[in-house]
């Protein structure tokens, strides 16, 4: 039986749906899954799945389309040129291309996605498979470490909806930390991202290859970030996370099933970073301060008005 899942763009989402395709396996043992997505960086943070049977590359070029005609005709449309009959096809974004408005009815979007596909285990874990990629490579960079720990900053400011996070409280949380000799200083994401300092005391890999990104975060002290790809892939290793959510909806596409992350969010819909007033936005730099310098903690969300 060929199984096809779709979603074809963004990090996130395609780690949780990803990680679905081991379970899938497991209730449908004679399944062969096909998974299309779109090429480029999208694909290589899941290439090694080794539950995934055959990969659909669908170009950047059709998907920029998507805004002007429906999601669903592009694909159907692909698919044709494929010449492969499915006996399932699973959307994991509607027809416009949208993951659909599931916070209403469940607590985390990856429960809506563990539906789509016909499965009752919830206690799916996340995996990109990539335990034994780029060790050589991490070696020297672990040798040029040193004893130091790593801390990831991934502001995404490509992400217009989050660039009320990302300058000022990102700036300000390296600009505190930045002298002590414990911490060595990553900023990393995608190569539509822009550098957001000019010093000399951190590490810039933005765009770089994602596997080697995932091995450095699976041997980091902390990751901070505001609910990118980057934070998802981080929630498969025990290291601390701190998740910036940019509106408290996206309290419902944050990283699943990590005893280590603290999340702080608005707690309105539409309550946005750039019009929290300075004195609370002092509070929340305060209390990111303390959790970096904590060992240990509790996964918890801090809400704030």
Not at 170 to 195: M, R
Not at 277 to 284: A, C, E, Y
Request: glycine letters at 4%; a positive charge.
């Amino acid at each position: 039986m060929n199984v096809l899942f779709i979603m074809p763009v963004s990090i996130g989402d395609i780690v949780l749906v990803s990680s679905l395709c081991k379970y899938y396996k497991i209730k449908n043992p004679n399944s062969k899954i096909y998974f299309l997505v779109q090429s480029g960086v999208y694909f290589d943070v899941i290439k090694n799945n080794p539950y995934i049977d055959n990969f659909l590359l669908i170009k950047d070029d059709i998907i920029k389309h998507i805004k002007f005609n429906t999601y669903k005709n592009l694909i159907e449309n692909f698919l044709m040129s494929q010449n492969i009959l499915f006996n399932k096809i699973i959307y994991f974004r509607d027809i416009n291309g949208e993951v659909k408005q599931s916070h209403y009815y469940f607590r985390h979007v990856f429960k809506y996605f563990t539906k789509l596909a016909g499965l009752t285990n919830y206690n799916t874990q996340i995996n990109t498979y990539t335990d034994s990629i780029f060790d050589d490579e991490f070696n020297l960079l672990d040798i040029f470490i040193g004893k130091k720990k790593i801390i990831i900053f991934s502001p995404h400011t490509s992400n217009n909806r989050e660039n009320g996070v990302n300058k000022e409280i990102f700036i300000s949380l390296y600009n505190s930390l930045k002298s002590n000799n414990d911490y060595f200083f990553i900023f990393a994401g995608s190569k539509n991202d822009k550098p957001i300092l000019n010093d000399n005391k951190h590490l810039n890999l933005y765009g770089y290859n994602i596997q080697f990104i995932t091995k450095i975060i699976s041997k980091s002290y902390l990751i901070i970030g505001v609910n990118s790809g980057l934070i998802h892939i981080a929630s498969q290793f025990n290291i601390k996370i701190i998740d910036l959510s940019p509106d408290s909806i996206s309290l419902h596409w944050r990283p699943f099933k990590n005893n280590n992350l603290v999340t702080f969010s608005p707690f309105y819909f539409t309550r946005r970073w750039s019009n929290i007033n300075k004195l609370k936005r002092s509070t929340i730099y305060n209390q990111v301060i303390k959790l970096i310098n904590k060992e240990n903690y509790k996964k918890t969300v801090y809400y704030f008005k």
